[in-house]
């Protein structure tokens, strides 16, 4: 009885092309591509979801594909853009929280007082930054919502079929519009924040002007402090909320159905 064994080289092939696009992907979609998560378990993640996912994504590939090398490098080139664009893409809705944290910071007094951010590469952060990133890494597990991360990796096979060339037109314009929309949730997230510092601002110019032998600046720094925590505290689950709906919507675009 003889074992045939000539298609180990093309499963092989077909395997490592479809690490390339999931590894890639995974690095930096959100979620379980945190840089807080241990190098080696995003490494073993991507390799079982890239064992679980063979059976549906090896298919697509072209048969031989090692009997030219040349092609094999092209998708695999391919595959590294495909997966670099989705992530890319999906981690820009993640920053949404540390920009509406900066802001929120600056309208409570707090913009000095930086803290390591364990969500973001551990670099300086703003505290209230810092505290959304980690809360909303929380919510995505426990709201269940990193299984659009996962439908994302499966149906990418479907929308970016192996061997077509990247749509790079179509990934510009959704990486513009995400950086927009970035932009737009950032602000509207801290709007609250920047209505009460207007107005906390607004009565104070008005108090220095009504009684200018008061020390504004020792009554200020530690009340707005004070109205900013507050108003993160009621706000916090409504603002949260409000994030998680953009952040499957971001997702959605990915995902089939």
């Known amino acids: ?3 045939q064994l000539d298609f180990l080289p093309d499963a092989a092939a077909a395997f490592m092309l479809m690490f390339a ?6 690095m930096l979609l959100p979620a379980l591509g945190e840089s807080s998560i241990p190098t080696r378990m995003r490494l073993t993640l991507a390799l079982a ?5 063979y ?3 090896a298919p697509q590939y072209p048969a031989d594909l090692t009997s030219n090398p040349v092609r094999l490098l092209v998708l695999l080139a391919g595959e ?34 930086l ?31 990193h299984y659009l991360v996962i439908a994302a990796l499966y149906d990418s096979f479907e929308i970016f079929p192996p061997g077509l060339a990247p749509p790079v037109g179509d990934f510009s314009m959704n990486a513009t519009q995400t950086v927009a929309h970035v932009f737009s949730i950032a602000v509207r997230m801290s709007a609250p924040f920047l209505v009460v510092g207007l107005v906390f601002y607004f009565g104070l110019g008005l108090l220095n002007k009504l009684m200018p032998q ?38 959605g675009k990915f995902i089939l159905g």
């Open 1 to 3: 009885m003889t074992i």
């Open 21 to 26: 696009r999931l590894g890639t992907m995974l």
């Open 49 to 53: 979801l890239t064992l679980v996912l």
């Open 55 to 57: 059976p549906h994504g």
């Open 80 to 113: 590294f853009a495909i997966g670099f664009g989705i992530g890319l893409c999906a981690k820009l809705i993640t920053s949404v929280l540390q920009i509406a944290g900066i802001i929120m910071a600056n309208q409570s007094g707090l913009a000095f007082a």
């Open 115 to 145: 803290g390591t951010d364990i969500a973001n590469e551990g670099q300086q952060g703003a505290l209230y930054g810092n505290f959304l990133s980690i809360l909303g890494i929380t919510l995505v597990f426990v709201t269940d919502t």
């Open 214 to 251: 008061m020390q504004i600046f020792f009554i200020a720094m530690p009340v707005n402090i004070a109205v900013g925590l507050l108003l993160l505290m009621v706000l916090v689950a409504t603002l949260m909320t409000f994030y998680l709906e953009h952040f499957q919507e971001a997702l």
